[in-house]
């Protein structure tokens, strides 16, 4: 299964006590040793009565802001698709926060390109690099062919590890679901913006990429150079793969690559863009390789917004009204702090919304039900797994519907008044998100 991702999780609890008590617990001696053991037993058994009575309040008033949907031959029906309608309608930026790999996520973004279409979306942002999505434009520029075109591409470019792992050339876009949102943006006209760094296992479509873009002198010149940068590329996702280095080292470290896009991109003012793009994506993936973990996710973040702005600018994208679709991880889609220590781009949509007097609507995706060798598979009956940390949230998930959890009209009492125990690990959820969604049974390759 998965989840949304955290590691700092309790339960957070206050309990009253008189001076006695506290006198008793910290002051101990024989003759009242008796006296402290009746209060310990008296203070744990109302701190757990008030947990339980607090997490039953909390499910009790969840239980009237779910609405559940069907999702059929690509059109959304239920009180749940009448509650995305009326967001569409109403919102600047929609946000899909998914979580990878997810056939079904893919499936209700196809739907949902019609709904927020019809309400006036134009632009669609995903999780790749700017020059992926340009190579993922061209594939879809015949709608129809976009399934075919996609395939033909994963199939050139894919790295096949001994494992049987494979690596598609362009992430989060490798299944028929994947090519069918697309293609059904394409057919709406919809500007696409591929916002992240550039994938590690799409450097050779990318030196390719600049290679065709190159006069046929200029090809002669650098065909030796450019086979020989692709020889090496396989062998360090060879390295890579039997943990001898890491990938972005070899890159790093490797003269052809500088080479190459030193000369490709000579007076070559496109190619020039694409060799940039790769300098940032290894420098981001190196940064991991180092244990620069938020200098990686910092330098990364503020790739994207860089991305965000220049896509908005070669789009004449108006702030005030223009509206736009984002799907990426829920931890990029979140409103505020995110749990890596910085403000991603779903906060600076949020944001950019909020200032011009516009709203953004922020989906949080997660699944309680997977299909596994013909057995489906409940989370929640494993109290010791991590799934049952949102017991509260996905005891309302169903096998064969899809279920909207509105987080907003409990804000209130949650930070307020305080009025439920729950863990930082669901704060952040209410407070980052305004619908929770879980998907109906998952099936994952």
């Known amino acids: 299964m998965i989840f949304p991702i955290d590691t700092k999780y309790w339960l957070i609890g206050k309990t009253k006590l008189s001076e006695n008590a506290i006198a008793l617990i910290f002051e101990p001696n024989i ?22 009575a607090q997490d039953s309040l909390l499910r009790q008033d969840l239980s009237k802001h779910v609405y559940h949907f069907d999702l059929k031959d690509n ?14 309608m109403k919102t600047q930026y929609f946000l899909i926060g998914e979580y990878h790999g997810s056939k079904l996520i893919s499936n209700f973004t196809r ?6 279409h019809e309400a006036g979306y134009q632009h669609f942002g995903v999780e790749v690099g700017p020059h992926s999505a340009e190579l993922l434009k061209e594939m879809a520029k015949d709608p129809q062919k976009t399934t075919s075109q996609l395939n033909t591409f994963n199939q050139r470019y894919s790295v096949i590890e001994e494992d049987s792992s494979i690596w598609t050339p362009i992430p989060f876009f490798e299944y028929e679901e994947d090519a069918a949102f697309l293609e059904a943006a394409m057919k709406n006209g919809w500007n696409l913006y591929g916002l992240d760094q550039e994938f590690c296992y799409g450097y050779i479509p990318l030196i390719d990429r600049m290679y065709a873009q190159l006069s046929k002198e200029d090809q002669k010149e650098l065909w030796t150079l450019h086979q020989s940068l692709r020889d090496s590329i396989q062998s360090y996702y060879k390295m890579n793969e039997l943990d001898q280095q890491r990938l972005s080292v070899s890159m790093t470290a490797s003269p052809l690559f500088k080479k190459y896009l030193k000369k490709a991109s000579k007076h070559h003012e496109a190619n020039q863009a694409i060799a940039d793009a790769l300098l940032t994506t290894t420098k981001i993936y190196h940064y991991n390789a180092t244990r620069d973990y938020l200098e990686c996710n910092s330098t990364r973040i503020d790739y994207m917004k860089t991305n965000l702005f220049k896509a908005f600018e070669e789009q004449n994208f108006d702030l005030k009204k223009d509206k736009m679709l984002l799907k990426m991880g829920s931890i990029h889609t979140a409103k505020g702090f995110s749990w890596l220590s910085l403000y991603e781009l779903g906060n600076t949509l949020h944001e950019l ?24 598979i409940d989370a929640l009956d494993n109290k010791e797994g991590y799934a049952y940390r949102y017991v509260d949230l996905l005891q309302f998930g169903k096998k064969d519907q899809w279920t909207i959890i509105d987080l907003r009209p409990l804000k209130e009492k949650i930070y307020y008044h305080q009025k439920y125990k729950i863990s930082d690990l669901m704060k952040d959820i209410f407070r980052q998100h305004d619908l929770f969604i879980i998907a109906p049974v998952e099936e994952f390759n």
Do not use: W, Y
């Not at 003759?31 to 339980?52: D, G, W």
């Open 31 to 52: 003759r009242n040793m008796k006296n402290i053991h009746l209060i310990l037993l008296t203070i744990v058994l109302m701190t757990l009565q008030t947990v339980n």
């Open 75 to 88: 059109q959304l029906s239920g009180p749940g698709a009448d509650l995305l309608r009326k967001e569409a």
């Open 353 to 376: 919304a909020s200032f011009h007097q516009n709203e953004s609507i922020h989906l949080s995706f997660s699944s309680r039900f997977e299909k596994e060798d013909g057995k489906i």
């Open 111 to 116: 739907a949902m390109i019609p709904i927020l």
